[in-house]
């Protein structure tokens, strides 16, 4: 067998994981208002900056970052049931969720010290929110075309370009951007650099995107000669690509790519638990919950590793194609399931409509975000020793 | 340990060249006598009772090793049985579960579709839930006639049925279902494996096949569905316990039988014609993928049996029910 499926053992949280869960349970159930489903389905692209404050007074943005700058200094263990329990119950985690994620950790890892100093302690207390600038026009997930360019000046940088499908930049303080410090796009990975770009400079504009659900959760970022200072640079200029990737395991090893749609799920069997349910349905329901039980364990057989200070990027990009694919199948299955005979419909369970639709119309950007799935099987093939 | 002695044992006596021979109706006893010698069929007895004691975590590896190498006799069945049994001692030859056999009105029993139908000597069925040891010397047996397969559907007259040796006949067919993930899961490595080389090796339009990114991108997917068939198999076979839970066990049946039809027909799309010939060894195993998909119930079954304890318990999320009742 390959060394990668050896990988995939079952493995358990440890005890202290599975106490931690009830803290959080009993956080969300004081801190986290009713909502509609479909509002709660929002989940991670749910905004709510007092929610996330609230959750930094618990100590709990910044989960795995130091306690000297903050941080809650929770292991990958924690971090996951942390995230598991908020997206499992809807909760709004969008205001903090990157900083919290990535760019964080990211800081932490690449930083120097003072740029530790300056933005970890106000990501913990949830003052600080970022994006992420990779994805430019045209280049989309051919990262090493960027070509937003920062150019060297007397005290820092001047930056000219464009960044897109930026998820909540026009929201966020700060983006952490992806751009060509020296060379041609021909150069594919030389050249790239990471900028901490402050979006309330001048020269800055930022455009939010309306997508098909009337939402408006990304948008275009304009850089005309915007002037950065010398310390803008993270990390080592010219390690950019480096850097994103070690970036991007940090967004694809989460249990997040599991339960976007898992609100769904729940309200579609309150929903059969009210009104009588087919066999069929009961075959559909229960292949859900066997598949999210297996892809559960893969998951946490990853996070395992990540515990261990492994880093299982190509593990992760796995869990996360399939995860996703699961994703996806909840909502077009329900879709089908709940409109399986039409003279059932008489009483109209709304909130379960907007709920199946809003994830049906969004769903496609699951396997797009963090990697898209023809990435993600290159990086999985070559796991397998197959480039 | 044991999993490292019993493979050396199949890796000698499990040949391909072994497995066709019993398929085409050679004698196994062989095969049976060499791993009953070694003592495996005893693993999960007691210590008292001569066996090493183990329970389900420990077995697992070895339930996956017969699927790895396709093991065309009831041998996983049998170490089952002795966990199964308790202290009651399995007769001996060749023994094998049937999980959900039938009475008809005039006292018969019947058994569909037993996995080594064709060839057990005894059966430990699952009749009205209760447990029931049967002599397969004494029953009509109707093979399936699918080349090569040992399954058969097995009728006794009222006469031929003793009284039952216990009560749980339900756990007959959870463990037996229990097993057949795990051999899903191993024969799905094997498949893998086999492909993976194949695709490494096999040169077209001047360079290996597994250099062409659509061929990459089918092994990816293929991987997936392996590594969520191994994780899920893993499920059923729980430290400490002796039998696998039911809820466990459907979702490790219901996970592996759901991967069966994508990593049957990719590893068979990308070997091309060979993969479908008789002398190239893939069809030992994806022949049977498709038999223990259907073994105890494909994921149609299983899942239905999650899905209506789900609905009919009072957990709010189907996660919450996922952690407390199968994980």
Same mark, same amino acid.
């Given at each position: 067998m390959?060394?990668?499926l050896?990988a995939f053992?079952?493995a358990?949280?440890?005890d202290?994981a !599975?106490?931690f869960?009830?803290?959080v349970?009993?956080?969300l159930?004081?801190n986290?208002?009713?909502?509609a489903p479909?509002?709660?389905a929002r989940t991670w692209?749910?905004?709510?900056?007092?929610?996330?404050r609230r959750?930094?007074?618990r100590?709990w943005?910044?989960?795995?970052?130091?306690?000297?700058?903050g #941080?809650a200094g929770l292991?990958?263990?924690r971090?996951?049931?942390?995230?598991e329990?908020?997206?499992?119950a809807?909760a709004?985690?969008?205001?903090?969720?990157?900083?919290?994620r990535?760019s964080?950790?990211l800081?932490?890892?690449f930083g120097?010290?003072a740029?530790?100093?300056?933005?970890l302690p106000?990501?913990c207390r949830?003052?600080a929110?970022?994006?992420?600038?990779m994805s430019?026009?045209?280049?989309?997930?051919?990262?090493?075309?960027?070509?937003t360019?920062?150019t060297?000046?007397? #005290?820092?940088?001047?930056l000219?370009?464009?960044?897109?499908w930026t998820t909540?930049?026009?929201?966020?303080?700060y983006?952490i951007?992806?751009?060509r410090?020296?060379g041609?796009?021909e150069d594919?990975?030389?050249?790239?650099s990471?900028?901490i770009?402050?979006?309330s400079?001048?020269g800055?504009?930022?455009?939010?995107?309306?997508d098909?659900?009337g939402?408006a959760?990304?948008?275009?970022?304009t850089?005309d000669?915007?002037f950065?200072?010398d310390?803008a640079?993270?990390?080592? !200029?010219g390690?950019?690509?480096m850097?994103v990737?070690?970036?991007?395991?940090?967004?694809?090893s989460?249990?997040?790519?599991l339960y976007?749609s898992?609100?769904?799920l729940?309200t579609?069997?309150?929903?059969?638990r009210r009104? #009588?349910f087919?066999p069929?349905d009961?075959v559909?329901?229960?292949?859900f919950?066997?598949?999210?039980?297996?892809?559960?364990?893969?998951?946490?057989?990853?996070?395992?590793?990540?515990?261990?200070? !492994?880093?299982?990027?190509? !593990?992760?990009a796995l869990v996360k194609?399939?995860?996703?694919?699961f994703?996806?199948a909840?909502p077009?299955?329900?879709e089908?399931?709940v409109?399986?005979d039409p003279?059932r419909?008489?009483?109209?369970d709304?909130?379960l409509?907007?709920?199946?639709?809003?994830?049906?119309q969004i769903?496609?950007t699951?396997?797009l975000?963090g990697g898209?799935r023809?990435?993600l099987?290159?990086?999985?093939?070559r796991?397998?020793g197959?480039? | 340990?044991?999993?490292?002695?019993?493979?050396?044992?199949l890796?000698?006596h499990?040949t391909?060249?072994?497995?066709?021979?019993i398929?085409?109706g050679?004698s196994a006893t *062989?095969?049976?006598?060499?791993?009953a010698?070694?003592?495996?069929?005893?693993l999960?007895?007691s210590?008292?009772?001569g066996g090493?004691?183990?329970?389900l975590d420990?077995?697992?590896?070895?339930f996956v090793?017969?699927?790895r190498h396709?093991v065309?006799?009831?041998?996983a069945?049998r170490?089952?049985a002795? *966990?199964l049994?308790?202290?009651?001692a399995?007769?001996?030859?060749?023994l094998?579960l049937?999980?959900?056999?039938?009475?008809?009105?005039?006292?018969?029993?019947? *058994?569909a579709h037993?996995?080594?139908?064709?060839?057990a000597?005894?059966?430990?069925?699952?009749l009205?839930g209760q447990?029931?040891l049967l002599d397969a010397?004494?029953a009509?047996?109707t093979?399936?006639g699918?080349?090569?397969?040992?399954?058969?559907?097995?009728r006794?007259?009222?006469?031929?049925?003793g009284?039952?040796?216990?009560d749980?006949?339900a756990?007959?067919a959870?463990?037996s279902a229990?097993?057949h993930a795990a051999?899903?899961a191993?024969?799905m490595e094997?498949?893998?494996a086999?492909?993976?080389g194949?695709c490494?090796?096999?040169?077209q339009f001047g360079?290996a096949?597994g250099k062409?990114q659509?061929?990459q991108?089918?092994?990816?997917?293929?991987?997936?569905?392996?590594?969520?068939a191994?994780? *899920?198999?893993?499920?059923a076979f729980?430290?400490?316990?002796?039998?696998?839970?039911?809820?466990?066990?459907?979702?490790a049946k219901?996970?592996t039988?759901?991967?069966?039809?994508l990593v049957?027909?990719t590893a068979?799309?990308l070997?091309g014609a060979?993969?479908?010939?008789?002398?190239?060894?893939?069809?030992?195993y994806?022949?049977?993928l498709h038999?223990?998909?259907?073994?105890?119930?494909s994921?149609?079954?299983?899942n239905?049996?999650?899905?209506?304890?789900?609905?009919?318990?009072?957990?709010p999320?189907?996660?919450?029910f996922?952690?407390e009742?199968?994980l």
């Open positions: 390959s060394q990668l050896e053992r079952l358990q949280l440890p202290a !599975e106490a869960r009830a803290e349970r009993d956080f159930a004081t986290l208002a009713p909502a479909a509002v709660r692209m749910g905004f709510d900056a007092a929610f996330s959750l930094a007074q100590g943005v910044g989960i795995t970052l130091p306690a000297a700058y #941080g292991d990958a263990f971090r996951f049931v942390l995230v329990e908020m997206l499992a809807g709004p985690v969008a205001a903090h969720w990157i900083a919290d990535q964080g950790p800081i932490n890892k120097t010290e740029q530790k100093d300056f933005y106000r990501i949830g003052e929110f970022f994006c992420i600038g430019e026009p045209n280049a989309g997930s051919d990262l090493a075309s960027v070509r360019r920062a060297r000046v007397d #005290g820092g940088w001047r000219t370009g464009r960044k897109i909540n930049a026009q929201r966020s303080h983006m951007a992806l751009v410090t020296s041609a796009p594919r990975h030389g050249g790239l990471q900028l770009v402050d979006l400079l001048p800055i504009q930022v455009r939010p995107i309306v098909l659900t939402d959760h990304f948008s275009e970022v850089f000669d915007v950065l200072q310390d640079l993270i990390g080592d !200029e390690s950019g690509w850097q990737n070690a970036e991007l395991a940090f967004e694809r989460g249990p997040e790519r976007s898992v609100v769904l729940d579609w069997m309150q929903s059969l009104t #009588g087919t069929a009961a559909l329901l229960g292949g919950t066997t598949q999210l039980a297996t892809l559960r364990s893969l998951s946490i057989a990853v996070t395992t590793k990540l515990a261990r200070g !492994e880093s299982p990027v190509v !593990e992760a194609d399939i995860g996703t694919e994703e996806q909840i077009a299955a329900i089908a399931a409109a399986a003279a419909g008489a009483e109209v709304a909130d409509h907007r709920t199946i639709a809003y994830l049906s769903s496609p699951f396997s975000r898209t023809e990435i099987r290159g990086m999985i093939a796991g397998l197959l480039r | 340990m044991f999993t490292e002695a019993i493979e050396a044992i890796v000698d499990c391909p060249a072994a497995i066709r021979a398929e085409n050679g *062989a095969l049976w006598g060499a791993l010698e070694s003592g495996f069929l005893e999960m007895a210590e008292d009772a090493a004691g183990l329970d420990a077995v697992f590896p070895i090793a017969m699927g396709a065309p006799v009831p041998a069945q170490i089952a002795r *966990a049994l308790g202290d009651v399995p007769p001996p030859g060749l094998t049937a999980g959900h056999a039938q009475r008809a009105a005039d006292g018969s029993v019947s *058994a037993v996995a080594f139908g064709a060839i000597d005894h059966v430990l069925a699952n009205d447990r029931v010397a004494r009509q047996r093979t399936s699918i080349r090569g397969s040992l399954g058969a559907s097995l006794w007259t009222a006469d031929a049925v009284a039952p040796v216990g749980n006949g756990q007959v959870v463990f229990a097993l051999a899903l191993g024969a094997r498949l893998f086999m492909t993976l194949y490494n090796d096999r040169v360079k096949i062409f659509s061929i991108h089918q092994l990816s997917v293929m991987a997936e569905h392996v590594a969520c191994g994780v *899920a198999a893993e499920l729980k430290a400490g316990e002796k039998i696998p839970p039911l809820l466990a066990a459907a979702t219901a996970r039988s759901a991967s069966v039809p049957a027909s068979h799309a070997h060979i993969g479908v010939t008789e002398e190239f060894d893939l069809q030992l994806s022949r049977r038999e223990w998909r259907m073994a105890d119930g994921e149609t079954y299983w239905r049996i999650v899905g209506e304890a789900l609905l009919g318990s009072a957990t999320s189907v996660l919450q996922t952690m009742e199968i």
